[in-house]
């Protein structure tokens, strides 16, 4: 079994490099950024906004040598995580564990003893259907090359005892990169997804260019509604959906023929998607990927997407909203502290506001996981959930929320690699 491969992209790195540095330089100006957006960001009409409670951490099954958390909320209140599994025999496996009121249940293995490919960033991850199945994804090596690799989607029926066969949503059987996956359950028992594709980088004179497609998966593991959705995309970037009143829409970097590499939606139209859209014009001219897609939640019409940028060489988190389905996005509110490392999670409260979840610097070695919650234009102060580590082995928090607690799970680097979990109140009282 190959070792975990963290994505490596040597033009991203060295302009990822150069934001670093220029941060570091300018670490007393970000820091006086930070007091200025606490400052005012939360109070900007002279109400506070709660901040979340809390923080409890909690005892969870995943092991040591578990990584990549992924969570989600079933219809009755049950939280989901999953994770990948390094193994005492250095084999892998991808578990998942349900989490109740009265506790956690028993660990069920969703695939063990295959050809993975394992990255920092490029995760397994489960959702729920309609119809109360389960489903899930991995990757798996295809072929020698180093990101050739492809998707796998399997479904269960009994909360996660026992799986169908593994199946690919792709269909060009090319030795290529296929990942970044966003799962959603489509119609009455049907796996929707969208992912970036690469390959045309495996076709004979063809462009080295990702590309974002997706695919609707039926029960009897046939493909449906297979589309392009974007012909040049970011390389390494998240790609995150949400299901608004009218209809599913994805969320991903686009990138321009200049280098500009900024988040863009489409949306589902009747039997079409739209054209993409962008969230906000950032303006990021990068020539490498920085490895950080955006966030995006949904409820009704109101759309919010969160995401990094590293435009005019500020390193920012911004979050923005749509009224309208996603076809238009307003001014975006900064939601960072100064110096943020990005690495996005979004969820709404019971009120319909946002929750977000980012990392931001401390030291060049260590960061925060820190949440924060956003009503219209205002902030409230921000929660430090855990402190960790720059390294890319740190990953990406996830967020899901269960009758107004908010669940974090993260991985932790030391004193071993491990998948963590905290529980936070959202029901607080405006602070004073």
């Not at 389960?134 to 399997?154: D, F, M, P, S």
Request: a neutral charge; glycine letters at 8%; aromatic letters at 6%.
């Amino acid at each position: 079994m190959t070792r975990p491969t963290l994505r490596s992209v040597s033009t991203a790195t060295i302009a990822l490099r150069g934001i670093l540095a220029a941060a570091a330089r300018a670490s007393a100006r970000a820091a006086a950024l930070a007091a200025a957006l606490t400052a005012c960001g939360p109070r900007g009409d002279g109400d506070t906004v709660a901040m979340p409670g809390a923080v409890t951490l909690l005892e969870t099954p995943a092991p040591v040598g578990s990584t990549t958390p992924s969570l989600v909320v079933t219809v009755d209140g049950t939280a989901l995580l999953s994770w990948t599994e390094r193994r005492a025999d250095s084999s892998y496996a991808v578990r998942v564990v349900a989490r109740q009121a009265a506790g956690w249940d028993s660990v069920r293995t969703i695939s063990e003893g295959r050809p993975y490919f394992a990255n920092w960033a490029d995760f397994p991850a489960v959702t729920v259907l309609h119809n109360g199945a389960w489903a899930a994804h991995w990757l798996e090596r295809e072929g020698t090359g180093k990101y050739a690799y492809g998707i796998r989607v399997v479904r269960s029926g009994d909360a996660g005892r026992s799986w169908s066969a593994p199946l690919t949503p792709h269909t060009d059987s090319l030795p290529a990169e296929h990942g970044f996956v966003s799962l959603w359950p489509d119609g009455p028992d049907g796996l929707g997804l969208a992912w970036l594709d690469g390959r045309k980088s495996a076709m004979p004179d063809s462009t080295r260019e990702m590309t974002v497609r997706t695919a609707v998966v039926a029960p009897d593991g046939s493909l449906h509604a297979e589309a392009v959705l974007d012909a040049r995309s970011c390389d390494c970037c998240q790609v995150a959906s949400a299901a608004t009143g009218n209809g599913r829409v994805v969320v991903y970097r686009d990138r321009s023929s200049e280098e500009i590499r900024d988040i863009v939606a489409v949306r589902r139209q009747g039997d079409g998607w739209s054209a993409p859209v962008p969230v906000h014009a950032d303006n990021w001219h990068i020539a490498g990927c920085p490895v950080n897609g955006p966030a995006i939640v949904a409820r009704g019409d109101t759309v919010t997407v969160a995401w990094f940028t590293g435009a005019n060489d500020t390193a920012r988190v911004l979050l923005a909203r749509s009224t309208d389905g996603g076809a238009s996005f307003g001014t975006p509110v900064r939601v960072d502290d100064g110096d943020p490392l990005g690495r996005t999670a979004l969820v709404l409260d019971a009120a319909g506001n946002a929750v977000v979840a980012w990392m931001e610097r401390r030291s060049p070695e260590t960061a925060d996981i820190r949440v924060r919650r956003i009503v219209g234009a205002r902030r409230s102060d921000a929660r430090t959930v855990i402190t960790s580590a720059t390294a890319r082995q740190s990953g990406f928090p996830r967020l899901a929320v269960v009758r107004d607690t908010l669940l974090v799970a993260w991985t932790a680097i030391a004193p071993a690699v491990q998948v963590q979990m905290a529980s936070i109140p959202l029901s607080t009282s405006p602070q004073k």
